[in-house]
């Protein structure tokens, strides 16, 4: 049974290595990543949301259901053009169990390349939800969380929230 990592969980903030193998036990994890993700209402999980120190991804795209499992994913062009959403993450929880959210500026499409569960290489323009989707978490792979593109005063705010749900 995998397990989900808070904040505060030191493996959040860890660099993942790339992936050299698609094993079953891997594509396996992947299947229940999907389950744990769409069971919580989740778009999208990274391999140290559940303690793995790994680049691969599970996410779904919210307007089709189609799902994405991204094995060392990588963004290799961001636009320009930028544009602000409501975030939120399943490590990231208030008092009441639930993320807490914030508005994010992030680029408002992105190119990826990534491999599937198939080993093939694949790349792919996303924009809009989908964009903001991968852009997140890629990020959870670097050890990044979307509280880090908030301002001081805002973040600190929100992990008032988030410290509540911790005591």
């Known amino acids: 049974m995998l ?39 989740g778009v999208g999980l990274a391999a140290p949301q559940i303690g793995i120190t790994q680049r691969f991804l599970v996410m779904m795209n919210p307007e089709t259901n189609e799902i994405y499992r991204m094995i060392n994913p990588k963004i290799v062009s961001k636009s320009d053009e930028t544009c602000v959403m409501e975030e939120g993450c399943l490590s990231v929880l208030g008092a009441d169990g639930l993320p807490v959210y914030s508005n994010v500026r992030r680029p408002a499409s992105v190119e990826v390349e990534w491999i599937n569960e198939n080993g093939e290489k694949l790349n792919a323009k996303m924009t809009g939800t989908l964009a903001r989707i991968v852009q997140h978490e890629t990020d959870h792979l670097d050890g990044i969380l979307f509280i880090d593109y908030l301002s001081g005063v805002k973040r600190e705010m929100l992990m008032r929230k988030v410290n509540r749900g911790h005591k």
């Open 3 to 41: 397990q989900m990592k808070l904040c505060g969980d030191l493996v959040l903030r860890e660099k993942c290595s790339p992936v050299s193998d698609i094993t079953p036990e891997l594509l396996n994890i992947m299947n229940e990543m999907i389950k744990m993700m769409t069971d919580q209402n």
